[in-house]
């Protein structure tokens, strides 16, 4: 093949819309564009083209780090094409790697998709706030959201903990300090517990990851910091579940505890292919933390929890389903794709078309006006 440099193929990626570019072994490059993956007209790629395609762009650090790990999460700043994040990994011996465009600009959370709910969060003084989501469903964008919201209308001591660092906040009203593990911090951890130490009022990290992370965050939390972490999980039950299940059996009821007192809310994502144009937009599930929510943490009765969220339009919470009924009345996605994410598909199908034979779009009670 010619002898391209990376910069060719994200500028590729830049015309065609992609989010993604992908770079495998034996495969030419690849793009993905709104949720689906196509290929570059490019000759498939050698184990060689993928080290050098690499290599070129890491700094010395960076790369001792992938020989000694064998992985690397990093950020690349990419001249006018704009910023980048990074993964490189060893997979049959050779690198691949994949690059993900970070927007150059965040918008509000309103524009993004959320509910009131989300934007209202950014202004409690404590707690614990989980955005969660399967891989490449917005979480970072959303916690980006959330720093800009709350530096723009508050002036606090903000410190956010990335790996890498990806959206670069400006000040606002707020003091921001953005720290990246691996260059600034060795791990989320003891980032989060050195931000206890930095006067911090608001404090986001980039992955609640392992059990000590958690804990940090917990506490951090209950001893009055507003805490935003992301989690991979695909729906917001199981995100609590997660936490409580980090801990050994004999300090789960503790940690139950700690948590029903300390979260207020937690929002999953999922982006679905953007009906007759290109884009995608956010479906949600949200859960705020009432009486009844707080009680099932609490006690370990988390397999109630989804039945609450069903019933909790008062205090703001809503379903997938939901908010794929809203999106399918706006017209904003496919009936196809709705179903394809729906919990419970027939549920989705009947109410959507009930609501499309009264001809009234306001027949169905709306998740953006909560």
Not at 225 to 234: A, D, E, Q, R, S
Not at 238 to 248: E, L, S, V
Not at 323 to 328: G, Q
Request: glycine share 8%; hydrophobic share 40%; net charge negative.
């Amino acid at each position: 093949m010619k002898e391209h440099d990376l910069i060719d193929f994200l500028a590729l990626a830049a015309e065609r819309g992609a989010s993604d570019l992908h770079l495998t072994v034996g495969a030419p490059p690849m793009l993905r564009v709104a949720g689906v993956i196509e290929p570059l007209p490019e000759e498939p790629l050698s184990a060689e083209d993928t080290r050098r395609l690499v290599i070129d762009t890491l700094k010395e650090g960076q790369r001792a780090k992938l020989e000694n790990e064998w992985q690397l999460d990093f950020a690349l700043q990419v001249g006018d094409l704009g910023r980048y994040r990074g993964n490189a990994c060893y997979v049959s011996g050779a690198i691949e790697a994949n690059f993900r465009r970070i927007p150059s600009e965040v918008g509000d959370l309103k524009s993004l998709g959320h509910s009131p709910v989300v934007d209202r969060w950014c202004d409690e003084r404590a707690g614990l706030i989980l955005v969660t989501g399967a891989s490449g469903e917005g979480k970072s964008t959303t916690l980006a959201s959330m720093a800009q919201t709350i530096a723009r209308r508050r002036s606090v001591n903000m410190v956010s903990i990335e790996d890498p660092i990806e959206f670069v906040h400006s000040q606002g009203r707020s003091l921001v300090n953005q720290r990246e593990i691996g260059s600034d911090a060795t791990s989320f951890a003891s980032a989060l517990k050195n931000a206890l130490r930095q006067d911090a009022d608001v404090i986001l990290v980039g992955e609640l990851r392992d059990t000590d992370t958690m804990q940090t965050a917990i506490t951090a939390a209950e001893t009055g910091h507003l805490v935003i972490g992301t989690m991979h999980t695909n729906d917001a039950p199981t995100a609590i579940g997660r936490i409580i299940d980090a801990f050994p059996k004999e300090g789960q009821q503790f940690v139950s505890a700690q948590l029903a007192w300390s979260l207020l809310g937690v929002v999953c994502q999922y982006l679905l292919p953007r009906s007759g144009k290109a884009g995608l937009v956010l479906a949600t599930e949200l859960l705020t933390v009432n009486s009844g929510i707080e009680a099932c943490i609490r006690s370990g009765r988390l397999s109630q929890i989804p039945g609450l969220i069903q019933i909790g339009a008062a205090d703001g919470m809503h379903t997938v389903d939901v908010s794929l009924i809203e999106l399918l009345l706006a017209e904003r996605i496919s009936l196809m794709d709705a179903l394809a994410h729906a919990r419970d598909s027939n549920f989705v199908k009947e109410e959507f078309q009930k609501a499309l034979k009264t001809q009234r779009k306001g027949w169905f009670s709306g998740i953006f006006g909560k």
